[in-house]
C-alpha cells in the first residue's frame, strides 16, 4: 500500500476535545500496597511504651538451679550432624544427601543373614550334635553295671579284712608321735 514505509500520506488532525492533558503520558503503576518482612511472624513483640506500668509483686516458686538440672541429667544428648568440609575455608556440608557415606540400606541383600553365618550356624550345630553323641556313647561305654550278690559279699569281705589289719597297726602306734619317721608312718596309715 502507499503507507508501507513512511505511515500514513495524511495524518488526521486531532480534534479539540481530545487534547494533551498533564502526566498523561506517564505510565500507569499498581496500586501501593503495604510492605511487609517474608520472616515478619518470628519477630519479637514491641518494647513498651515508657508510661506503661509492669506488673508488680509477681514471684515464681520454681527452683531454677534443680529444674535445669534435672532437665540436663534426663535429656539424650543431641547427636552431631554429619558433615564434610570440601574447601580449605571450611565450607561444610551435609554428608548423608551428599553420596559419599554408603547407604547400606540400598543393598540388594539387605536384611538377609550373609552365608558365612549361616555356615557357621550349622558347622557349630553338626559339632554339637557329635559331641553329644560322644559324651552319650562314653557314658554307655563306662555306664555302672550291677554286681550280683555273691562279688558283692566277696568285695565287702575283702574290704573289711584290709580295714581291721590296717586298724590293728593303727592301735600298737605309740601316742607320742615325736619323731620324723612315727609321723610319716601314722599319716600314711591314717
Known sequence: GPNRTMGPAKVAVPTTDHFLKKHEK????PRKEE???PDEVRNRPPV???TDAPLMGLKT???FITVNAVENITSVPKKPEKKFADTRNGDTHNLIPSGLEPQFVHKKDFGETPNYLNKR????QRA???YDAYVAEHFRR???RCLTEDERDSIINGLK???EEIHEQYQGLSVVTDTTPKKNRKERME
Open 48 to 50: 513498651p511504651d515508657r
Open 26 to 29: 506517564e505510565p500507569v503503576l
Open 161 to 163: 579284712s584290709n580295714w
Open 61 to 63: 516458686t520454681k527452683n
Open 35 to 37: 510492605f511487609h518482612y
Open 142 to 144: 563306662g555306664a555302672l
Open 128 to 130: 554339637q550334635e557329635e
Open 121 to 124: 550356624k550349622e558347622e557349630m
